[in-house]
């Protein structure tokens, strides 16, 4: 197997019928998946042969991502962290808001009080940021929020929480990638 470039923890195999299979390590856990059904089924009997390992069968969780698949395609989200996030902050039974951000509210560096440490905002705005591989709705004001790391103050807190409560109307909203029948995959991005 080649090791990606791009990420060092990806591992793929091109076949001579051009029938792929990728490879994912993360610490203990591995994802094995392409469209070389022969190629998987070898590998995992090499993998079985040469070391201790189990088949979990068909991916349902991986680092936080809950995935669900039919003949229709893959449903990714996390909605276990997003509860998660919930129940850290205090705000399982909050009233939920129908918009990440107060379109009437613009942040200002030195905008209140320090009540909240950065440690706190920082680490609350760290795992809303992991929240948007499968939330893309909340990235732009978790982009925002995270401009204010250096010294949050009372409003980026209070637009922090207001990403939280957001997230309490639909913790389960996440990515459905349809199958068309395509065997390419495109992705796109505005860097």
């Not at 669900?68 to 997003?82: E, M, T």
């Not at 200002?108 to 009540?115: A, Q």
């Not at 920082?122 to 004001?141: A, E, H």
């Not at 939280?164 to 395509?182: A, E, N, Q, W």
């Amino acid at each position: 197997m080649i090791r990606c470039e791009g990420d060092h923890s990806v591992f793929f195999r091109c076949s001579s019928a051009n029938r792929y299979i990728y490879l994912v390590v993360y610490v203990d856990d591995i994802i094995i998946t392409g469209d070389d059904c022969e190629g998987i089924k070898a590998l995992k009997q090499h993998l079985f042969h040469n070391f201790q390992t189990k088949d979990l069968g068909p991916l349902r969780y991986f680092l936080g991502i809950e995935v669900a698949q039919s003949k229709s395609g893959i449903a990714i989200s996390q909605r276990k962290y997003a509860l998660d996030i919930l129940e850290e902050t205090g705000l399982t039974d909050c009233k939920p808001v129908s918009t990440p951000m107060d379109p009437n509210v613009k942040l200002l560096p030195n905008g209140g009080d320090l009540s909240r440490s950065r440690e706190d905002t920082g680490r609350l705005v760290g795992k809303l940021n992991y929240l948007t591989m499968t939330r893309p709705d909340i990235s732009f004001p978790v982009s925002i929020v995270s401009q204010f790391l250096n010294s949050p103050c009372d409003s980026h807190w209070n637009a922090v929480i207001r990403i939280v409560k957001y997230i309490k109307g639909s913790p389960g909203k996440g990515l459905v990638f349809t199958d068309r029948g395509h065997t390419n995959i495109i992705g796109y991005s505005d860097l």
